[in-house]
């Protein structure tokens, strides 16, 4: 029963894992703790995996649980050196067309969201997500009210960030 | 906004390196470091020591100082109740607690289980302060040891206060490193979720 579990549980997370990444990719700075995070995000999931009723879609659910565990209980390794270097990062666009010019501004945009808190990280990836503001405010627990206005202003904060 | 529209765009062409189902099922076996887990191992062992301490330390101790008659019991049945009250309420709040809540909801019950454990401890504090002040008042005013020996002897008003200054030091000074060791330890591990819960509360005020 537990081996099927597990297996079911694998196989859906193996199909979904880019939901784990994109959450890794704003809230950590470099390979190793994006590593960290991904694990952690993947145990909590399993923990809760017992409970997953497939009311919700297994995405859906995952959105929840990656961004809990990135905003309340991820605990930077002291281990490993913390870097901010974007360059560093491992991460490829699929090659379409774009140009120098573009990548050169998906830098900056990461590295402006890097500054953010981690509720407005939160907005930011459900936005990026295509998510609606109820979906948003569910996910937050926030009205959608406050949803909308903490997000223009996370909006606000990026765009001054980027033209300071 | 320009910048954010171009981010979306390429949000979802962005590929990383595919972790691969053994990878996943080695993840599974690793142990979790996650806060919240050190915040209730904390919790569990600050609530077991004060049953502990209920239990047995007042059976102990204090045998060769002439305290009080109710000192004794009073100390030890009210720690007992104390514990089994708050552990009650600690486990009543830590089953609330579920991942698949919303961030504010997540974050708003593991900060009152925190909040159950910190009352806790302040009030297992401060009955060791009022035992403190006993134990000391006691030691220094009233005769003790074979000889029947009286470390203070009071014979002015002066001596009160200077007597009362030495108890109050005393127990302001061990109270004192109490709650440095704890909010020191409880301040890093807490730091991340209250400006979090914080930021979002301030929302809907």
New interface residues.
């Given amino acids: 029963m537990e081996k099927e579990l597990?297996h079911k549980?694998?196989?859906q997370?193996?199909k979904h894992?880019?939901i784990i990444?994109?959450v890794c990719?704003l809230y950590t700075n470099n390979q190793d703790a994006h590593n960290?995070l991904?694990?952690?995000v993947?145990?909590?999931l399993?923990?809760?995996f017992p409970?997953?009723r497939g009311e919700a879609k297994f995405s859906t659910?995952m959105y929840?649980?990656a961004?809990?565990?990135a905003?309340?209980?991820?605990?930077k390794?002291k281990r490993k050196i913390q870097t901010n270097d974007i360059a560093d990062f491992?991460?490829?666009?699929?090659a379409?067309e774009?140009d120098d010019t573009?990548e050169e501004?998906?830098k900056?945009?990461?590295a402006?969201i890097k500054q953010l808190?981690?509720?407005e990280k939160?907005l930011?990836f459900l936005?990026?997500?295509?998510k609606n503001y109820r979906e948003i405010s569910?996910?937050?627990?926030?009205?959608e009210v406050?949803a909308r206005?903490?997000m223009n202003r996370a909006?606000g904060k990026?765009?001054k960030i980027?033209n300071p | 906004?320009e910048?954010?529209d171009?981010?979306?765009k390429?949000?979802n062409?962005?590929?990383?390196?595919?972790?691969?189902?053994e990878a996943?099922?080695k993840?599974?076996l690793?142990?979790?470091?996650?806060?919240?887990k050190?915040i209730f191992i904390i919790c569990l062992i600050e609530l077991s020591i004060g049953l502990i301490s209920g239990l047995f330390l007042s059976i102990e101790s204090y045998e060769n100082i002439n305290l009080p008659f109710w000192t004794e019991p009073a100390i030890t049945y009210s720690s007992i109740l104390i514990a089994l009250i708050y552990s009650f309420k600690f486990y009543k709040n830590y089953t609330t607690i579920?991942?698949?809540?919303?961030?504010?909801?997540?974050?708003?019950n593991?900060i009152k289980t925190r909040r159950t454990v910190k009352q806790y401890v302040l009030i297992n504090l401060s009955l060791m302060a009022v035992l403190v002040l006993v134990v000391l008042t006691y030691t220094l005013t009233a005769p003790i040891g074979v000889n029947n020996e009286i470390a203070f002897q009071i014979s002015s008003t002066k001596d009160y206060f200077i007597l009362g200054f030495i108890i109050v030091f005393v127990t302001a000074f061990i109270i004192g490193i109490c709650l440095l060791v704890y909010f020191l330890l409880y301040g890093l591990l807490m730091r991340?979720?209250n400006?979090?819960y914080k930021?979002?509360k301030q929302?809907?005020l």
């Fill in positions: 597990e549980f694998v196989t997370l193996e894992q880019n990444h994109k990719r960290d991904f694990q952690e993947t145990i909590q399993w923990r809760a409970k997953f659910w929840r649980i961004l809990n565990t905003i309340t209980l991820y605990r390794s491992h991460f490829k666009i699929k379409d774009y573009e501004q998906l900056l945009m990461y402006a808190s981690d509720i939160a930011i936005y990026l997500e295509e569910e996910t937050m627990g926030i009205s406050n206005v903490k909006k990026l765009k980027l | 906004m910048e954010l171009i981010l979306k390429s949000w062409k962005e590929t990383h390196p595919k972790v691969s189902a996943i099922y993840m599974l690793k142990k979790s470091s996650s806060a919240v050190w579920n991942t698949t809540s919303s961030v504010k909801d997540l974050l708003t593991i991340k979720l400006r979090n930021e979002l929302l809907d």
